[in-house]
């Protein structure tokens, strides 16, 4: 039994996600800090933080004596690949033309981990996609980093706004590149023994 | 020059795809007939479909005295196919159920086809996606088709919304699947001396 969902994240794109799905959640970000190797292949680097963050969100409200027995609790990360390399947020406007440039008319990789706690059991794993991009011009790399919308997305680039048209080809879980691959959150809810049908209000 | 894009689909599903790429452009829905032999092979269909329904738009215009030299006039259709069989819209929930059954824990096939007028010149093709479906229990189908969603959908799902959860895989252009490739409309815009910097507005 599930009375309680929390999304252990304040992106606004996962939220978007789990308001497709039609779920009832809360959302309590985490405050886990972020200090895994780089260097960890990147499949274990993601569901490592997912799992980080989710579990400080299970200790943090566990410490105030809530029970979260039927409470399931999401923790997810998502990072960009390329060429072995973890490409995250740009620091800049400069290194988000850079990052465009070099994704331009080549393939990259997105891969998210997912941690699902429900009470003391919990599932993690990661899905990886992957992103062929066309050729995009100097022109255009600067036009759609001076709107602003790299800011803040691992790759320099939001597939689900006006970078949508960059991707002329992927090979995986679409939502993967948003944040959250849903059809592998849906296969680990059947894991801990939750319906999909039993949580989501359509 | 392009002074006026103009959408012959009534479709909210395209019309999002063009806000999200930031183009300023109206919706003037096709009247053509789909008269297309269904036996036609789908990349064919569909082309020919976005054709004629760009092309009827372009007649109309043009019988009312409108010169459409600067004009980019945008036809679409969308077809889901599995097993060599093209399937179109839900006639009612029992065959959406069916259609859902029958694509649950296998491939199908999204083509959609997309035609571009500019002035007398014109640029047509068809790009397809492969969609996975993870295995969807009955009373998911049954709890899905009766929220009212499969309703006008080829192939009875809409995976930007609830039906997100079902493609556990995808191998082409996610929006293909939404029902405008967005990466081959900039690329077939470039082939008409179209810029897409001049267009967009961000």
Same mark, same amino acid.
């Given at each position: 039994?599930?009375?309680?969902?929390?999304?252990?994240?304040a992106?606004?794109?996962?939220?978007?996600?789990?308001?497709?799905?039609?779920?009832r959640?809360?959302?309590?970000?985490?405050?886990?800090?972020?200090?895994?190797?780089? +260097?960890?292949?990147?499949?274990?680097?993601?569901?490592?933080?997912?799992?980080?963050?989710?579990?400080?969100?299970?200790?943090?409200? +566990?410490?105030?004596?809530?029970?979260?027995?039927?409470?399931?609790?999401?923790?997810?990360?998502?990072?960009?690949?390329?060429?072995?390399? #973890? #490409?995250?947020?740009?620091p800049?406007?400069?290194?988000?033309?850079?990052?465009?440039?070099?994704?331009?008319?080549?393939?990259?990789?997105?891969?998210? %981990?997912?941690?699902?706690?429900? %009470?003391?059991?919990?599932?993690?794993?990661?899905?990886?996609? &992957?992103?062929?991009?066309?050729?995009i011009?100097?022109?255009? #790399?600067?036009?759609?980093?001076?709107? %602003?919308?790299?800011?803040?997305?691992? %790759?320099?680039?939001?597939?689900?706004?006006?970078?949508?048209?960059?991707?002329?080809?992927?090979?995986g879980?679409?939502?993967?590149?948003v944040?959250?691959?849903?059809?592998?959150?849906?296969?680990?809810?059947?894991?801990?023994?939750? &319906?999909?049908?039993?949580?989501?209000?359509?």
């Amino acid at each position: 039994m599930v009375d309680r969902i929390i999304l252990a994240s304040a992106s606004p794109r996962r939220k978007e996600i789990l308001e497709m799905l039609k779920l009832r959640f809360e959302v309590i970000p985490s405050e886990a800090e972020e200090n895994i190797d780089m +260097e960890t292949a990147p499949g274990k680097y993601v569901t490592e933080l997912a799992l980080m963050k989710a579990k400080e969100v299970k200790d943090r409200l +566990e410490a105030r004596g809530e029970d979260l027995s039927h409470t399931v609790i999401i923790g997810c990360d998502t990072v960009v690949c390329y060429d072995g390399m #973890i #490409i995250g947020k740009p620091p800049d406007d400069v290194h988000a033309a850079l990052t465009l440039g070099v994704l331009s008319d080549s393939w990259h990789s997105v891969y998210s %981990g997912l941690a699902l706690w429900h %009470g003391d059991v919990c599932e993690a794993g990661a899905e990886r996609t &992957d992103v062929k991009f066309r050729e995009i011009s100097e022109r255009e #790399i600067w036009k759609y980093v001076e709107s %602003g919308e790299p800011r803040g997305k691992a %790759g320099s680039y939001a597939i689900q706004l006006a970078g949508a048209s960059f991707a002329e080809r992927i090979e995986g879980d679409f939502y993967n590149i948003v944040g959250l691959p849903v059809s592998l959150f849906v296969r680990m809810l059947k894991k801990l023994g939750i &319906d999909i049908c039993d949580i989501a209000e359509y």
